[in-house]
């Protein structure tokens, strides 16, 4: 079993930044690729940033590319989503997710371990 543990929402004004942290823990492999998620109100949730284990390939939904970097930090098992020049419609619930593959798939229906979530809100 994977456990993850989300941290570091909040409200921010439209511009501002804020850093995501996912805590894994439990029975990891490391060849699972991670992935941040979000889904706003009345929306299906989507990717937003999905990597291999080792963080060599990473790849971001367009809306994001520029503004927010996926990283880790492998001596506390600990993955970052940086947010950067955030817009209101950024505003979501964020998920952190663990797939049982090395592949990092963009589909959801992928990833096998999902965080409880963590709120964003940006304001204009």
């Known amino acids: 079993q994977v456990r993850l543990a989300e941290s570091g929402g909040g409200l921010v004004q439209a511009g501002g930044s804020l850093r995501l942290s996912c805590e894994v823990s439990g029975r990891t492999i490391n060849r699972n690729s991670m992935g941040w998620f979000r889904q706003a109100p009345g929306k299906e949730r989507e990717f937003v940033a999905v990597?291999?284990?080792?963080?060599?390939?990473?790849y971001y939904a367009d809306s994001v590319k520029g503004r927010f970097t996926f990283s880790k930090d492998g001596a506390v098992n600990t993955w970052y989503l940086q947010m950067n020049s955030l817009k209101p419609e950024d505003t979501a619930v964020y998920y952190c997710?663990?797939?049982?593959?090395?592949?990092?798939?963009?589909?959801?229906?992928?990833?096998?371990?999902w965080g409880q979530g963590t709120q964003v809100t940006v304001s204009s």
């Open positions: 990597s291999n284990w080792s963080g060599g390939n990473t």
């Open positions: 997710a663990s797939s049982l593959s090395s592949i990092p798939y963009t589909d959801r229906a992928r990833y096998s371990y």
